[in-house]
């Protein structure tokens, strides 16, 4: 895919996009008979494809994905990666042997650092563990939002229904981070069972307007082409 994708809505839509009827990656639009399409959690890649897939596109997007250049990162190539795999394996093989050497002097404290890890990952009495549900405005379910303690090296995810469970101590801060949704934090209390409803990030919904650009010698071609015409 060569070149940059610019993408616009000029006249963005103001239906509900709550008030839609669910449907396959998006939503039906029954005032304007169309499928609604939710961008919200692709990739720059994904919605190039998506957009050099169909034409006359309508959708919900991240402020953030509009109004700038979306490039596909190159793919590195496959002999690059051959040939870094092969410089990496030969330098392993002299590292083996030594590895081998020292491994039967180590076992025995390797053994003893597994034991101390366990012990300080272990649960003190002092921790609750914070059951809940995130949803959306309207009630549903949002799977795969990321809980997290602040400043700790604890996240967890939402199940299909939403369900989610953490341990956690009385004071910290619990983050709930999900792609088009605004990031939440809540404080943990005493109380074990907690309903989350997260909030739309600044999205628009509308006709995408999709502007290809060439690149410089896409261009510098392009113009040369038109010399022969």
Request: with cysteine.
């Amino acid at each position: 895919m060569s070149g940059k994708v610019n993408i616009s809505i000029p006249k963005p839509c103001h239906e509900n996009w709550y008030g839609m009827t669910v449907a396959e990656k998006g939503r039906f639009c029954n005032s304007c008979q169309k499928t609604v399409y939710d961008f919200t959690r692709l990739s720059d890649k994904q919605l190039i494809e998506k957009i050099n897939s169909e034409s006359n596109i309508c959708g919900r997007f991240l402020v953030s994905q509009l109004n700038k250049d979306l490039r596909v990162p190159k793919e590195k190539s496959s002999i690059w990666i051959a040939g870094i795999s092969g410089i990496l394996s030969f330098l392993s093989l002299g590292n083996q042997e030594a590895y081998a050497q020292e491994s039967v002097n180590t076992e025995q404290t390797e053994e003893k650092n597994n034991v101390e890890k366990i012990i300080d990952n272990s649960s003190s009495a002092s921790d609750i563990e914070v059951i809940g549900t995130v949803t959306e405005q309207n009630g549903l379910p949002l799977p795969g939002v990321f809980v997290s303690i602040s400043g700790k090296p604890i996240i967890v995810q939402t199940d299909l229904d939403g369900k989610f469970s953490i341990k956690a101590k009385k004071e910290d801060s619990l983050k709930f981070n999900y792609v088009g949704y605004k990031t939440k934090t809540i404080i943990v209390t005493s109380q074990k069972n907690v309903a989350i409803i997260l909030e739309d990030s600044e999205m628009y919904l509308g006709g995408a307007i999709i502007e290809k650009r060439r690149t410089f010698f896409g261009r510098v071609f392009h113009s040369i082409g038109n010399l022969f015409r």
